[in-house]
C-alpha cells in the first residue's frame, strides 16, 4: 500500500466525520488568525512608535495567546479523536497495523493542519486590515493607523502551528499504541470514571492566585509595576487552570459529600452532572476566563486613557506655557537671577503679543536620591546601584507659597513634608548636616510625585538647598548631576488661534531646536492634538484586542457546547429510560450550563478587580490619576462585556439543545 492510498483514505475520513471536523478546523483556523493578529502587532510601525512599553506588552499577548493556542488546539483534538476511537479499533481489526494506522493519522493531521494555517494566514490578514480600516473609521484620528505585517511573521506563525500540530499527533498516534482493538471499538460508550479532584492543587491555586494578587496588591509604584505585571499575570493564569481543573472538582465532590444537599432530585443531577462537565471542559472554561479577563483589562484601560485624556494632559502640563531652567553646577548663584529675569522677560513677551498673564506657577527646587534609614535621609549617587532610590525634591518657602497659594512661615530647623507612600511616620528629618521638624503636608508638586517613591521638602530659603547641595558634595565629590533648576508656567487671556500663534513663537525661541540651551519650552496647547492622537492610538488597539479575544471566547464556547451536546445525548436517552420526565432533565441540564457559563465571567470579574491596583500604577505613566474614571470604564466594559457574553449563551445553548434532542 502506498502514500497515495493512505492520502485518499485519510481525505474520506475527514468528509465522512464533517460533523466534527468542520468545528474543529474553525476553530483551528481562527486560533490561528488570532496569534497571527497579535504578532503582527510586534513589528506594526504604529505599535513600535507609539510607546517603548508596548511591544512588551504586545510580547506578553503573544506569549500568553501562544500558550492558549497549545492548549485549545490539544483539547479541541482530544474530543475529535475520542468521538473516533470506535473507527481506529476497527481498523485494526479489519487488519490494518498499527504503522498503517499512524499513517492515516498523519494524512488527516497534515490536511487539517495545512488548511488550518493556510486559512489561519490568509483570514488573519485580511480581517487584520477589516478591523484597522473600521477602527479608523469609528475613532476618526487625524492619521490613519495601517495594518502591516511582514513575512517573518508568517513563517514564525506556521513554525509554531505545525509544531502544536505535531502534538496533536503524538497524542493521537498514543491512543491506539498503547489500546488493544476490542477496548478502542467500545470508544466512548465506555464507562467514565468519577473524576478525581486533589486537595494539593486546589491549595496550589490559592496559592498561585493569592501570589499574583497579592503583588498586584502590595505594588509599591509604577516603575516596579511594569516589571512585576508579567510575573503577577503569569501566577494568575496558573492559578486559574489550577482552579478550574481540580479545585472545581474538588468542592463539587465536597458538595456530593454533603447527604443533606446532594440527596434531592434536582441537586442530585446537577451536582453529578457539573462533577463530570468539568473534567471535561474545565480547560475551556479556564481558557474563556482569561480571555474575559484580557477583553475587560485591555478595553478599560484604553477607554480610561482616551477619556481622561484632558485631566491628562493637564497633569503632564500644568499650565497652556511651561519653561524648564537648567541650573548651572558651578555657579549656583546663577539660576536665581535667570529664575526672576526670566519672569520679566517672559511677561514682557506675553504682553507684546497682546496677551496677559492669567496665572502664573514658578518655583526652583533641588532633585537628590538617595534612601530613607530611620530619621535619616542617606544620599545617593546617580551612579548607584540601587535600582529605585527614593527622589527627594527641595523646594524653597518663598516658591512653594506662590505656587499652592499657602502662607506658611517656617523657623530656621522647621520643613514642610510630603511622601508619596506615607510610610513615614517619624516627626524629624535628618539631611547632610541639617535636621528639621516636619510638618506633613498634601501632594502640590503633580502626578510624578507617584511615579516612584518620592519626598517633597520644603525649607525656609534658597539658602538651606545651597547648603544641602555641599553636603551632598562632601559625600560625593565627583558627583555631576546635582543643580538647582527651575520651573516657569503660566496661562494667557486670549483667543484659541491667539494663543496658538504665541505657543508656537516661544516653541522657535526656547523649544528644543531653539538656540537658547538654558531652558526648554512646552506647551499644552501644541500638544494636545498629539496627545489625543496617541490616546486615541491605544482605544484604537483595546478595542481591537478586545475584538479579538471576544471571538476567541465565541469560538471556544460554541465548540465547548458542540462537544458537551455530542456527549449528553446519550446520558439524555439514559435518564429517560430511567423514569426521570424531560422537563426535569431540562432544567437542571439548563442549570448546569447557566453555571458554567457564569463561572468563567465570575471569575474574570474577580480578577480584574484584584488588578486594579497593578494596572493603576502604569495608568500613572500615562498621567491617569482620576480613579473614577477607571472604575465607571471597568463597570461599563464589565456590564458590555456581560451583555456580549449573555447573547453567545443564548445562541450556543441553541446548538447544544439541538443536538442533544
Known amino acids: 500500500m502506498n502514500n497515495r492510498f493512505f492520502s485518499t483514505l485519510a481525505l474520506r475520513n475527514i468528509r465522512s466525520n464533517k460533523q466534527l471536523y468542520i468545528p474543529y478546523l474553525l476553530s483551528s483556523l481562527t486560533i490561528v488568525a488570532m496569534f497571527y493578529l497579535m504578532a503582527s502587532l510586534l513589528t506594526n510601525k504604529f505599535v513600535q512608535e507609539r510607546s517603548s512599553s508596548l511591544p512588551m506588552l504586545f510580547m506578553i499577548g503573544c506569549v500568553v495567546i501562544g500558550i492558549f493556542s497549545v492548549i485549545f488546539i490539544l483539547y479541541t483534538n482530544s474530543f475529535l479523536i475520542k468521538r473516533r476511537k470506535k473507527e481506529i479499533g476497527l481498523y485494526g481489526i479489519l487488519g490494518l497495523e498499527k504503522k498503517h494506522v499512524a499513517k492515516i493519522l498523519f494524512f488527516e493531521t497534515l490536511f487539517t493542519s495545512l488548511v488550518s494555517i493556510a486559512a489561519g494566514l490568509l483570514a488573519g490578514l485580511i480581517f487584520g486590515r477589516l478591523f484597522f480600516m473600521l477602527l479608523n473609521f469609528m475613532l476618526r484620528l487625524p492619521a490613519e493607523i495601517e495594518y502591516s505585517t511582514d513575512l517573518l511573521t508568517a513563517l514564525a506563525t506556521t513554525a509554531l502551528f505545525l509544531g502544536i500540530f505535531g502534538m496533536t499527533y503524538l497524542y493521537n498516534v498514543s491512543q491506539f499504541t498503547f489500546a488493544n482493538p476490542i477496548k478502542l471499538l467500545k470508544g466512548k460508550q465506555e464507562g467514565e470514571k468519577e473524576p478525581k479532584g486533589s486537595i494539593i492543587l486546589f491549595i496550589l491555586s490559592l496559592i498561585f492566585l493569592g501570589w499574583g494578587y497579592g503583588i498586584s496588591i502590595t505594588i509599591p509604584d509604577p516603575i516596579e509595576a511594569i516589571s512585576k505585571f508579567f510575573l503577577a499575570v503569569l501566577f494568575v493564569i496558573i492559578g486559574t487552570y489550577l482552579l478550574f481543573i481540580s479545585g472545581s472538582i474538588f468542592i463539587l465532590k465536597a458538595l456530593k459529600n454533603n447527604k443533606r444537599i446532594y440527596y434531592r432530585p434536582g441537586a442530585f443531577i446537577s451536582i453529578s452532572g457539573m462533577l463530570y462537565r ?30 481622561g485624556a484632558e485631566e491628562t494632559l493637564t497633569n503632564r502640563y500644568s499650565h497652556e506655557n511651561n519653561i524648564k531652567v537648567f541650573g548651572d553646577q558651578e555657579d549656583i548663584g546663577a539660576i536665581n537671577s535667570r529664575f526672576f529675569e526670566l519672569q520679566e522677560q517672559l511677561r514682557k513677551e506675553t504682553e507684546s503679543a497682546g496677551l496677559s498673564v492669567a496665572e502664573a506657577e514658578n518655583f526652583r527646587y533641588q532633585t537628590m536620591m538617595g534612601r530613607l534609614e530611620d530619621q535619616k535621609f542617606v544620599f545617593e549617587d546617580s551612579s548607584a546601584e540601587s535600582e529605585l532610590p527614593v527622589i527627594l525634591e527641595i523646594l524653597p518657602l518663598e516658591d512653594f507659597n506662590q505656587m499652592s497659594g499657602n502662607s506658611y512661615s517656617l523657623a530656621d530647623d522647621e520643613a514642610l513634608f510630603y511622601h508619596s507612600t506615607g510610610t513615614y511616620e517619624e516627626d524629624a528629618l535628618t539631611i547632610g548636616e541639617q535636621t528639621y521638624q516636619i510638618t506633613p503636608i498634601k501632594n502640590e508638586f503633580g502626578g510624578d510625585m507617584e511615579l516612584t517613591e518620592s519626598i517633597a521638602l520644603v525649607v525656609p530659603d534658597v539658602a538651606h538647598i545651597e547648603q544641602l547641595k555641599k553636603d551632598f558634595e562632601l559625600q560625593f565629590p565627583d558627583s555631576t548631576y546635582l543643580t538647582i533648576d527651575a520651573n516657569i508656567s503660566w496661562n494667557t487671556t486670549g483667543t484659541e488661534e491667539e494663543k496658538r500663534a504665541f505657543a508656537e513663537h516661544m516653541n522657535s525661541e526656547y523649544g528644543w531646536d531653539s538656540p537658547n540651551k538654558g531652558s526648554l519650552y512646552t506647551s499644552q496647547i501644541l500638544e494636545r492634538e498629539e496627545w489625543y492622537s ?98 465607571l470604564s471597568f463597570i461599563g466594559v464589565v456590564i458590555a462585556f456581560a451583555t456580549i457574553y449573555w447573547m453567545i449563551y443564548r445562541v450556543t445553548s441553541k446548538v447544544y439543545y439541538s443536538i442533544v434532542k
Not at 471535561?280 to 477619556?307: E, K, R
Not at 436517552?573 to 448546569?592: A, F, P
Open 278 to 307: 468539568m473534567k471535561q471542559n474545565a480547560v475551556g472554561l479556564a481558557n474563556i476566563c482569561i480571555l474575559a479577563s484580557m477583553v475587560i483589562i485591555a478595553v478599560s484601560t484604553t477607554v480610561t486613557m482616551f477619556v
Open 534 to 631: 496617541l490616546n486615541g492610538g491605544f482605544l484604537f488597539l483595546g478595542i481591537f484586542l478586545g475584538l479579538l479575544f471576544t471571538i476567541g471566547t465565541v469560538l471556544i464556547t460554541y465548540f465547548k457546547q458542540v462537544s458537551e451536546g455530542f456527549d449528553d445525548r446519550e446520558k439524555f436517552q439514559i435518564m429517560q429510560k430511567v423514569g426521570l420526565d424531560k422537563e426535569m432533565i431540562h432544567d437542571s441540564t439548563r442549570s448546569q450550563i447557566v453555571w458554567m457559563f457564569l463561572l468563567p465571567i465570575v471569575f474574570a470579574t474577580i480578577h480584574v478587580s484584584f488588578a486594579y491596583p497593578i494596572v493603576r500604577k502604569l495608568l500613572l505613566l500615562f498621567g491617569v490619576t482620576n480613579e473614577v474614571t477607571w472604575l
